[in-house]
């Protein structure tokens, strides 16, 4: 997968799904699955919707692969070190 949610865009969905679980607890409760779904596209920095349009709102240097395997590699490595700088 490459990343195709920017560092601003997955702010603003961690404060989106923290608005859709207050929804949820006042409102209708199917706002806690919108949150839900919200909340991971922003924490895995992929969502399936943008990627269908090809839309991408990420720099450059962080629509590199992003690894789905759970061994790291040197290569794994130098890409967080950029990503979180």
Avoid: H
Wanted: positive net charge; aromatic residues 10%; contains cysteine.
């Amino acid at each position: 997968m490459k990343c195709n949610v920017g560092r601003t865009e997955r702010i603003i969905r961690i404060v989106a799904s923290l608005a859709f679980m207050a929804l949820g607890a006042s409102w209708w409760k199917g706002f806690y699955v919108v949150a839900v779904v919200v909340f991971i596209t922003a924490m895995i920095a992929w969502c399936p919707v943008t990627a269908a349009f090809g839309i991408t709102t990420c720099r450059e240097e962080e629509q590199e692969e992003i690894p789905v395997d759970t061994v790291s590699t040197d290569k794994d490595k130098q890409i967080r070190e950029r990503r979180f700088k």
